[in-house]
């Protein structure tokens, strides 16, 4: 039966998406049976794993979760018939329905979940969903209670989730067991307690309460109160390391945060008019108890297995006291239009939640409290039960005045309450029979005196009331409602009007500096541009300014034509060879090019400064030249004669800058050349003239360069021909389909371009072409990426090209003929 576990919670989300139906209406009467079922016949330490959901969930049932199933279960079922029967047929009841729906499936899942996921899940959908329930009836109160109740759940739900990713990360487990849990740090634990704390009540963070359940109807605030503030419980029941490690400081902690909580929502309660924000304080003062045993379990860990079973029961008890009470708000003005019997019998019903609730002998309250006492004698405050004796005075004072609002409260003559009234007289005698059924004499007994003393007190102050009212009723009549619910937001009103009013007042001061402002840049605006149009004009066209304007649109465009200018490309392998004067050669060869016919922008020093950082002081040597300190070139090479080194020095420069600057043309005038290649050697003994190279077109090249040299040159087109006159490129690769492409082959002077200009089309039907040639360009898709590069500067280096990627009219001249060579393969 451990499939019971996981359609316990599954079954109401099922049925939340047939809930806005009106005529299933009565489908959250049947909701909660499943889980009902689960907590009856699923056997004790079944577990159910399910690695595929989400991150891994586990479903199980222990003793403790088997007592919160159990109570949870029921009051949902109740509280279901309640809101099925007698919402029917009004406005909104479906919302209300899959919303109700929605907050038990997220409830039932957080129980039967063991993981950290399962329980945050079911945490966050029984909140966001309880959200909707509090604020159903759109009134003005309700709306500020959902927005109150919105914020400190959000704050809650972010401080959980820091806590269990901290904790799943310290625990290396999202399944912690509670030797796992003792290597938890402080900052898990403190966001253990404030992210649950927001749901318990725990003072200063209760405000929610008080305000959000008078405004959500009736069997919501049932299971608000009941049910949803106890899971705060079980998850520090199940989050901290209770029994396995002392934590005593935090356990002082908590248990003085428990203690304040206890006592500060006692008085609160007793000035309330309204019979729901009674039950809410008196909610909020028995969870600060329970934070006190938990606290004191902390501090002790022997105290562990004894404190987790008497919160547990402790727990049941309330949740289904507590939400009896607060159907019994409905029951009671129902009943007011009855017959006096059944008048009597919710009275009397009434009378007995309440008096357990206090704890009174013969209930189950006192059976409860039983279970707590051996936890409250181990404690090593003497004084605990002097706090613990003041809790039990002031819960039952609070019943005595809820008691004495309920009796007084209005007919209510709606019909409905027939079937709500079977379930929760039910849960009524279910609590009493389990209290003799459970109980022995001792814990019956429990509280003999105190309990019935505070009710003397309490009675008593009713009928002197009664009795005299022009005595009393001065006297305590200021003190209703004085403090309204949500007690310290409503202390805060005063300081909140101030800060609304300083913001006014800004906002006042704001608009007033803003129109002075907006007045200067007006008048501003209208000094500046306020003269005739012609008068503008005139100033415009003065030489100075039009001057300017095109002086640095001039300086604008040379520094774009300047940054644009490609660099030239050299080789290590032929740098690393080549001697210190050739580069000079190099040098003096590339600056003296006309500034058209040059693609290398940069200045001739620093040419020479990057071929020679790529020469090392070895290589250098190798070469047989040397550079002297006074910048000229020595033969250092032993039986060279000074003729025959430069002879070689020569061939060696024309080679280089012919493989180097494969686009200068050749001047028609020799001295121009002749002076390109003018260099002086100084040897270590003589000094010569300097010699003069012969022209660089007339150099004869080593056999490799000579062989790339004609490769190219017999697939190229002539450029000077087609600039004279100027004719089109028509680019039409072989074996592709398609118009040729024209492309534009010369420059406004008539001199043949070396790039094509590239667009688009061009890409895609070059990269056509590559794979057309077994090369492999990427996806032709018009775009120069990096595929279709690569495949450029393979087609370049399989034909004898300067493989660098460049898109020249070489490369086209290539693809065109369709005598490029086909990719290399290597054996």
Not at 51 to 56: A, D, I, K, N, Y
Not at 293 to 316: H, N, T
Not at 420 to 426: E, K, M, R, S
Not at 469 to 493: F, K, M, S
């Amino acid at each position: 039966m451990t499939w019971l576990l996981l359609v316990s919670w599954v079954w109401p989300l099922l049925l939340a998406t047939l809930a806005p139906a009106a005529r299933l209406w009565w489908l959250p009467a049947l909701a909660a049976l499943p889980a009902l079922l689960a907590t009856l016949l699923v056997p004790m330490h079944a577990t159910l794993e399910l690695p595929w959901l989400f991150l891994g969930t586990t479903l199980a049932m222990n003793e403790l979760t088997q007592i919160y199933l159990g109570f949870t279960s029921l009051l949902w079922l109740v509280a279901a018939i309640y809101a099925a029967f007698v919402h029917r047929g009004e406005a909104h009841a479906g919302r209300f329905n899959l919303l109700f729906l929605l907050a038990m499936a997220g409830n039932l899942w957080l129980i039967v979940g063991q993981d950290l996921f399962s329980f945050y899940a079911g945490f966050a959908i029984m909140g966001i969903a309880s959200y909707g329930l509090v604020i159903h009836d759109g009134q003005l109160a309700s709306l500020r209670a959902g927005k109150v109740y919105l914020v400190m759940t959000l704050l809650g739900e972010v401080c959980l989730f820091a806590a269990l990713v901290l904790l799943a990360n310290q625990t290396g487990t999202t399944l912690p067991s509670a030797e796992d849990l003792t290597s938890i740090d402080g900052l898990t634990i403190a966001l253990l307690l404030l992210g649950l704390g927001v749901k318990a009540g725990m003072v200063p963070m209760h405000v929610w309460l008080p305000l959000a359940h008078p405004a959500a109807p009736i069997p919501a605030s049932a299971v608000l109160s009941g049910v949803m503030i106890k899971t705060a419980m079980l998850g520090w029941m199940r989050f901290l390391p209770l029994g396995a490690l002392a934590l005593p400081d935090w356990g002082s902690l908590l248990s003085a945060i428990g203690i304040l909580t206890l006592l500060f929502a006692l008085p609160l309660g007793l000035i309330q008019s309204d019979p729901k924000v009674v039950l809410a304080y008196s909610s909020i003062s028995k969870m600060g108890l329970l934070m006190l045993i938990l606290g004191l379990a902390l501090i002790e860990p022997a105290l562990a297995p004894m404190a987790v079973a008497g919160i547990a029961f402790y727990a049941a008890n309330h949740a289904l006291v507590k939400g009896g009470l607060f159907l019994s708000v409905g029951m009671r003005k129902h009943a007011a239009t009855r017959p006096p019997m059944v008048q009597s019998l919710v009275l009397g019903a009434v009378i007995f939640l309440a008096l357990a609730l206090a704890g009174a002998p013969f209930t189950s309250g006192a059976l409860a409290k039983y279970e707590l006492k051996p936890i409250l004698n181990a404690a090593d405050w003497t004084w605990i039960g002097m706090v613990v004796a003041i809790s039990t005075v002031g819960t039952t004072l609070l019943m005595v005045r809820f008691v004495w609002i309920t009796a007084r409260t209005e007919s209510h003559p709606e019909p409905g309450y027939r079937w709500p009234g079977v379930a929760w007289g039910a849960m009524v005698g279910l609590l009493l029979m389990l209290t003799f059924a459970l109980g022995t004499p001792s814990a019956w007994l429990t509280d003999l005196l105190i309990v019935p003393l505070a009710l003397a007190l309490g009675l008593l102050v009713l009928a002197a009331v009664r009795l005299r009212p022009q005595v009393l009723a001065p006297l305590l009549e200021p003190l209703i409602d004085r403090v309204p619910p949500g007690d310290i937001l409503a202390l805060l009103t005063p300081l909140q009007r101030r800060v609304e009013h300083w913001q006014q007042q800004l906002g006042k001061r704001w608009q007033t500096q803003r129109a002075e402002l907006q007045q200067r840049a007006v008048d501003l605006f209208e000094q500046i541009f306020a003269a005739p149009g012609r008068d503008t004009e005139r100033g415009l066209r003065q030489w100075p300014v039009a001057g300017s304007v095109w002086v640095g649109f001039g300086t604008l465009l040379l520094l774009f034509v300047l940054a644009g200018l490609p660099p030239v490309e050299l080789d290590k392998a032929d740098i690393a060879t080549t001697p210190a004067s050739t580069i000079d050669l190099v040098v003096e060869a590339t600056t003296s090019l006309p500034s058209e016919s040059r693609s290398d922008a940069r200045r001739p020093d620093q040419i020479k400064s990057d071929i020679e950082s790529e020469i090392g002081p070895d290589e250098r040597t190798t070469a047989g030249i040397d550079r002297q300190p006074n910048g000229s070139a020595s033969i250092i090479a032993s039986g060279e004669s000074d003729s025959e080194a430069t002879n070689e020095l020569d061939e060696t420069a024309q080679a280089v800058a012919q493989a180097r600057l494969p686009n200068v043309q050749s001047t028609s005038e020799p001295s121009a050349g002749k002076a390109a290649f003018e260099v002086g050697f100084k040897p270590d003994s003589v000094t010569e003239p300097a010699r003069q190279a012969e022209p660089l077109a007339e150099q004869p090249l080593d056999a490799g360069e000579a062989s790339s040299m004609s490769s190219a040159e017999s697939i190229e087109s002539d450029p000077a021909s087609d600039c004279d006159p100027p004719t089109p490129y028509r680019f039409a690769p072989a074996g592709i389909m398609g118009a040729a492409l024209e492309l534009r082959r010369c420059d406004a002077d008539a001199q043949p371009l070396i790039y094509p200009e590239i667009d688009a089309a061009l890409v895609r039907r070059l990269q056509q072409a590559l794979a057309e040639n077994g090369y492999e360009p990427g996806p032709v898709d018009g775009i120069i990426g990096p595929r279709t590069l690569a495949a450029v500067r393979a087609l370049q280096r399989d034909n004898g090209l300067t493989a660098d990627g460049a898109i020249r009219f070489e490369v086209l001249d290539l693809l065109q003929s369709g005598s490029a060579a086909g990719p290399a393969t290597s054996e």
